[in-house]
């Protein structure tokens, strides 16, 4: 989906209601040049009540959205085309004390809701023929600065958005950025470490010459202390794979606390560093690892290999291979169909044809994916 289809469904909508596209999709749709993009999340806002919410998710349920999550607090998740849709009802946020989740009151005024903004660049709204800009946002758009808008102080996790901003989008903070994050800081501490991870996670799903600077930052505005026992800054990992929520903990697996509400993945990749010194072959290597996630080959790999390249080449070669034991024919065509998608001539190996006792089959589907795996590695020497 573009962002033109984005406009379409809000010219649908604005013929009933009053609703904005506002934050980050009109923000990239001004960095592109007000050129048409893909989109992967859109956030509207909605003048009106809990009621004008309810029927603007019954109206786009009609039209094939589905609706995952409603909250009474003002706000409707939806999903369409594989693209996410947070729909929430402009608001005044009150917050109890410094890093409270905030409590809201409904408004009719998008001039109170700009002020609950992150950043300047983050509070331009668009109705469909024009850019509402009450902040000059626009003006630090094309100065590519980020200046902070709402408290860091109220809500800490503006900071790290923040620092993920800035790497992302290639900008530069302002002098405000650090006057705001100097007094925010200090109330880290009031965030649940839950909401502190899902700001990691978020981020660790961008390109990773951004995520590195990430966390370089993060280092550099001692942002970590909460999650780790002592700072990283000896070390930078160097192989990162392609973007999923887990691969944060690549960077902070031998200081992570253990007190962490870390995920069942999160945990295994730091467990992984206690594994001992192995020989750094394929047939070693797979003989460990061989049912162990990508991530977590590759925390093992970044902080306790020598030869860190030949972990990555045994994820790349691992990928390509599926061997199926039985029936022996399935066995024989499976290895073949590997072998091309390694792109070799490989002979089937006498073994292949072995019918070994239940507890030797783990070994023997292990040395076939071995085999090839050697095969194509030294193909490529």
């Given at each position: 989906m573009k962002f033109s289809n984005i406009v379409e469904i809000l010219n649908d909508l604005r013929k009933k209601w009053e609703i904005y596209i506002v934050g980050g999709l009109v923000r990239d749709w001004i960095l592109k040049g007000y050129r048409d993009f893909k989109v992967k999340d859109c956030d509207f806002v909605l003048i009106g009540t809990i009621n004008d919410l309810k029927s603007v998710a019954a109206?786009?349920?009609?039209?094939?959205?589905?609706?995952?999550?409603?909250?009474?607090?003002?706000?409707?998740?939806l999903e369409f085309e594989r693209v996410n849709f947070?729909?929430?009802?402009?608001?005044r946020e009150y917050y109890d004390y410094p890093g409270a989740l905030p409590r809201v009151e409904f408004v009719k005024d998008l001039?109170?809701?700009?002020?609950?903004?992150?950043?300047?660049?983050?509070?331009?709204?668009?109705?469909?023929?024009s850019v509402i800009d009450f902040v000059r946002g626009i003006e630090d758009l094309n100065?590519?600065?980020?200046?902070?808008?709402?408290?860091?102080?109220?809500?800490?996790?503006?900071?790290?958005?923040?620092?993920?901003?800035?790497?992302?989008?290639?900008?530069?903070y302002s002098a405000e950025f650090f006057d705001f994050m100097s007094e925010g800081r200090r109330y880290i501490r009031n965030v649940s470490s839950q909401r502190l991870l899902n700001e990691l996670r978020i981020t660790a799903e961008v390109n990773a010459k951004a995520l590195r600077g990430f966390f370089k930052e993060l280092v550099r505005f001692s942002l970590l202390?909460?999650?780790?026992?002592e700072t990283p800054l000896y070390k930078t990992p160097r192989f990162l794979g392609g973007p999923t929520k887990a691969r944060w903990i690549i960077f902070l697996a031998p200081f992570i606390k253990e007190s962490l509400p870390l995920t069942s993945l999160e945990r295994k990749c730091v467990e992984v560093l206690k594994i001992g010194h192995i020989k750094e072959d394929l047939e070693s290597i797979h003989k460990v690892f061989h049912s162990r996630s990508?991530?977590?080959?590759?925390?093992?790999?970044?902080w306790k290999s020598e030869n860190i390249r030949i972990f990555i080449e045994y994820l790349n070669?691992?990928?390509?291979?599926?061997?199926?034991?039985?029936?022996?024919?399935?066995?024989?065509?499976?290895?073949?169909?590997?072998?091309k998608n390694l792109n070799i001539n490989a002979p089937l190996p006498e073994i292949i044809f072995e019918d070994p006792p239940s507890q030797r089959r783990k070994s023997l589907k292990l040395t076939l994916e071995t085999f090839l795996m050697n095969l194509r590695y030294n193909h490529n020497r």
């Open positions: 109206t786009l349920q009609g039209k094939g959205f589905k609706v995952k999550k409603f909250s009474q607090f003002g706000t409707v998740e947070d729909i929430a009802l402009a608001r001039s109170i809701d700009v002020k609950r903004r992150d950043f300047t660049v983050n509070a331009l709204y668009y109705d469909g023929k100065n590519r600065t980020l200046k902070p808008l709402a408290s860091f102080s109220d809500d800490p996790t503006r900071i790290f958005r923040g620092v993920r901003y800035k790497n992302v989008l290639k900008f530069k202390e909460w999650a780790v026992y990508d991530i977590e080959v590759l925390t093992y790999a970044n070669l691992r990928k390509k291979i599926q061997i199926r034991l039985y029936p022996i024919e399935k066995r024989i065509e499976s290895f073949k169909k590997s072998a």
